[in-house]
């Protein structure tokens, strides 16, 4: 399967404790995008990366959330000292960037995380 | 400021046709996504609009007019397998997309 993955699939913590989830794009892709879906909800932009570069943040990521892509390859997302509202799917998105941002993005399917 | 609109449900039923409505509201504008998601999976995509006018393909078609900031997706013959929410998008910005809510379509038999 060469789509974009995410690990783990599902993850359940307690409120306080940190996570980090992992996603794999496409190969051939550079860009790459973390959005955070509630129920209910489209997904909702939290950080994007060309290559290693971070280069877009949502105001909406509290200092509490990093993302980082050091090869330019797979990235990370950390949530540290988790809250309940912290719950959601966060969905991972990869894109090939030769036509700006009218290429396609192809999103993993997601990890779901539940804070009890 | 940046906004897209669709309706929340609809219902339709097997064999039949439905259209899915979006309006959207952006500073610039780099053209329309439609993206299908079923309950619990990712997003997947469905079509890109950036000309005025409908694009077919299939049994979905994508429709849109950028002076009336309007799209629509066209579902035909509709299976219970298109139950599922259709998400709108629209680029935002050098980097961004701002996706809808969505519209949960229950397809019945």
């Known amino acids: 399967d060469t789509g974009v993955s995410q690990d783990p699939r599902h993850k359940i913590t307690k409120r306080g404790q940190n996570v980090t989830f992992r996603c794999d794009p496409i190969?051939?892709?550079?860009?790459l995008y973390w959005y955070r879906q509630t129920l209910g909800q489209g997904p909702e932009f939290l950080t994007y990366f060309q290559n290693e570069a971070q280069l877009e943040k949502s105001r909406l990521l509290s200092d509490r959330f990093s993302a980082e892509r050091p090869k330019g390859s797979f990235s990370t997302l950390e949530i540290q000292r988790t809250e309940q509202g912290d719950s959601a799917m966060y969905l991972c998105?990869?894109?090939?960037?030769?036509?700006?941002?009218?290429?396609?993005?192809?999103f993993g399917p997601g990890t779901r995380l539940t804070v009890l | 400021g940046q906004n897209i609109d669709q309706p929340t449900e609809m219902t339709a039923t097997e064999g039949a046709i439905v259209q899915i409505n979006c309006t959207y509201q952006?500073?610039?504008?780099?053209?329309l996504f439609w993206y299908q998601q079923h309950a619990g999976e990712a997003p997947t995509f469905l079509s890109y609009n950036v000309l005025d006018g409908l694009e077919e393909k299939g049994r979905f078609s994508s429709f849109l007019s950028r002076s009336k900031g309007y799209s629509y997706l066209l579902l035909k013959e509709l299976q219970m397998k298109d139950s599922a929410s259709y998400l709108c998008?629209?680029?935002?910005?050098?980097?961004?997309?701002?996706f809808g809510t969505g519209t949960r379509l229950k397809v019945l038999a």
């Open positions: 998008a629209v680029p935002s910005g050098t980097y961004k997309y701002i």
């Open positions: 998105a990869s894109r090939i960037g030769t036509s700006g941002p009218t290429d396609t993005q192809y």
């Open positions: 190969s051939e892709h550079n860009r």
């Open positions: 952006t500073s610039g504008f780099n053209g």
